[in-house]
């Protein structure tokens, strides 16, 4: 018995695995489990691994009303600055240093250079409506678009990411399950376990695997979530 118990025990996993891989989660794609699949959704990640909150959308949006509305690129960061939004501080600067004399293309551009991701993208999409002679609005809708896609981007990467700890719950638990199970159900796995020296140092090391595992892959999950 002592002889065909890892192999149980290697079956037992790879049951384990399978069943986890294919029990659906609300708003998730099955995926293959273990490093490969954590592996796809830092590639995910690196892609887009900036989220645009609603806050920021709604700055977008806020721009883009006024310029709907017919008001100008200042005139919208104006509406902006006097707004209380993530933005207002970077929409005042570039007031500042257009009343000063920048140009104003070149003060929107300081402000994409220190405001991020999603400043960049507006600054682009205005520089490209003004370069063009497209639509500036138009130019924004793109924009929105563009934060949209990568709102639900994050939110099904944190669907797979769930999905991976709890796949990650159940291979700790299936060892220590199953070296109970056997232990209860096989004496001479039980008294392997308690009167010879070998027993301790095997419980030992198997605890000592598992709890490696067991940090390794939550490691993984903390670092896409």
Do not use: C, K, N
């Amino acid at each position: 018995m002592r002889a065909i118990a890892p192999a149980l025990g290697a079956g037992a996993l790879v049951l384990l695995a399978g069943v986890a891989a294919r029990s659906p989660v609300r708003g998730a794609r099955p995926v293959p489990l273990g490093a490969g699949s954590i592996r796809s959704i830092r590639a995910l990640l690196r892609v887009h691994r900036r989220a645009a909150p609603d806050d920021v959308v709604g700055e977008v949006l806020r721009l883009r009303a006024a310029l709907a509305s017919g008001g100008s690129v200042l005139g919208a960061l104006a509406a902006l600055a006097g707004a209380d939004g993530p933005w207002a501080a970077g929409a005042t600067g570039v007031l500042r240093r257009a009343r000063a004399g920048t140009p104003l293309a070149v003060a929107i551009e300081a402000w994409a250079d220190d405001g991020g991701g999603e400043v960049r993208l507006v600054a682009d999409a205005l520089a490209i409506a003004s370069t063009t002679g497209g639509s500036e609005v138009g130019a924004l809708d793109a924009v929105v678009a563009t934060l949209d896609e990568r709102r639900s981007l994050r939110r099904e990467v944190r669907a797979l990411s769930s999905q991976a700890a709890a796949s990650t719950a159940v291979l700790v638990a299936a060892p220590l399950a199953f070296a109970i199970l056997v232990a209860l159900v096989d004496s001479r796995v039980r008294r392997f376990y308690v009167t010879t020296a070998a027993g301790p140092g095997t419980i030992a090391g198997g605890l000592l695997l598992d709890a490696v595992g067991a940090w390794w892959m939550a490691s993984l999950v903390r670092r896409v979530r």
